[in-house]
């Protein structure tokens, strides 16, 4: 039986007064790859933040492995990849390497330095993104879709049971996106990886993905990829239709 990885129950956050995220309920089993599409402004990365761990909801509770998120180690268990998170980083003076130790910090402690097993995780997970070659090379050097794969290393490099990507393939060419799924595909395969992806591309999502969540403040679609075109959730979703599907539907 497959457990369930992440359990989402009534889910809602406000900015300031503003409601952005209704009573969402979401459950996430152990190897999924869910993808979560929705149109500007719907949520999406304001959830992926909730079950970071980065904002706390006003209402609703969140389990990871069973366990209420006050009551699990959840920063060595999940990995987050923030949306634009290259964009910030052309100018950063620090390498590829250097980057990816930074994802070990948190079980590190500030105190201690680096040893030989931090170097070798470094190592291993900058060659399972393929990058082995590039660890002295400065982040700012590189191009888009390699930073991509350094930030997604160092989400990796704690070995996190699920990973949590923003928009991770925005102003990726063609080729790289393949290779990008590729990856993913991999370290699903070798690591047991659960994958909650955030994404535009609705097209190339159905393809690659094993379920999908369409959001627009509400939940308006869970379900395989087969379910979410034959029941027109893109259209509800993405404003016309008004009809819900309720939790438990599913
Ligand atoms: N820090 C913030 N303070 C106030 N409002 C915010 C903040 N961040 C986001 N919002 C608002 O909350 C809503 C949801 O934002 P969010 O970033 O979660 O959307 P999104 O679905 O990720 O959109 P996109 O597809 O454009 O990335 C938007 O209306 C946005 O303007
Ligand atoms: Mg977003």
């Given at each position: 039986?497959?457990?369930?990885?992440?359990?989402?129950?009534k889910?809602?956050?406000?900015?300031?007064?503003?409601?952005?995220?209704?009573?969402?309920?979401?459950?996430?089993?152990?190897?999924?790859f869910?993808?979560?599409?929705?149109?500007?402004?719907?949520?999406?990365?304001?959830?992926?933040?909730?079950?970071?761990?980065?904002?706390?909801?006003?209402?609703?509770?969140?389990?990871?492995?069973?366990?209420?998120?006050?009551?699990?180690?959840?920063?060595?268990?999940?990995?987050?990849?923030?949306q634009?998170?290259?964009?910030?980083?052309?100018?950063?003076?620090?390498?590829?390497?250097e980057?990816?130790?930074?994802g070990?910090?948190?079980?590190?402690?500030?105190?201690?330095?680096?040893?030989?097993r931090?170097?070798?995780?470094?190592?291993?997970?900058?060659?399972?993104?393929?990058?082995?070659?590039l660890?002295?090379?400065?982040?700012?050097e590189?191009?888009?879709g390699q930073?991509?794969?350094?930030?997604?290393?160092?989400?990796?490099?704690?070995?996190?049971?699920?990973?949590?990507?923003?928009?991770p393939?925005?102003?990726?060419?063609?080729?790289?996106?393949?290779?990008f799924?590729?990856?993913?595909?991999?370290?699903?395969?070798e690591?047991g990886?659960?994958?909650l992806?955030?994404?535009?591309?609705?097209?190339?999502?159905?393809?690659?993905?094993?379920?999908?969540?369409?959001?627009?403040?509400k939940?308006f679609?869970?379900?395989?990829?087969?379910?979410?075109?034959?029941?027109?959730?893109?259209?509800?979703?993405?404003?016309?239709?008004?009809?819900?599907?309720?939790?438990?539907?599913?």
């Amino acid at each position: 039986m497959r457990l369930p990885v992440l359990e989402l129950d009534k889910i809602t956050f406000y900015y300031g007064d503003r409601m952005v995220l209704d009573q969402v309920s979401l459950t996430v089993f152990s190897g999924d790859f869910l993808g979560i599409v929705g149109p500007n402004g719907s949520g999406k990365s304001t959830l992926l933040k909730i079950i970071a761990g980065l904002l706390k909801p006003a209402e609703g509770s969140m389990r990871f492995f069973g366990a209420r998120r006050e009551n699990s180690r959840r920063e060595t268990r999940i990995g987050y990849v923030a949306q634009n998170v290259t964009s910030f980083n052309q100018g950063f003076p620090a390498t590829v390497g250097e980057t990816v130790l930074a994802g070990l910090t948190a079980s590190l402690g500030l105190l201690r330095r680096p040893g030989r097993r931090e170097k070798r995780l470094v190592d291993e997970t900058l060659a399972s993104v393929g990058l082995a070659d590039l660890q002295k090379r400065l982040i700012g050097e590189l191009s888009g879709g390699q930073q991509q794969r350094v930030f997604i290393a160092r989400a990796l490099v704690a070995a996190p049971a699920l990973l949590l990507l923003d928009e991770p393939t925005v102003g990726v060419d063609v080729d790289a996106k393949e290779r990008f799924y590729e990856l993913l595909t991999a370290l699903r395969q070798e690591r047991g990886l659960t994958l909650l992806m955030v994404s535009h591309d609705v097209g190339v999502v159905a393809e690659q993905v094993q379920s999908i969540a369409c959001l627009n403040k509400k939940l308006f679609f869970h379900g395989s990829p087969a379910q979410f075109w034959t029941e027109d959730a893109l259209c509800q979703a993405y404003g016309s239709a008004i009809r819900l599907l309720h939790h438990g539907d599913h």
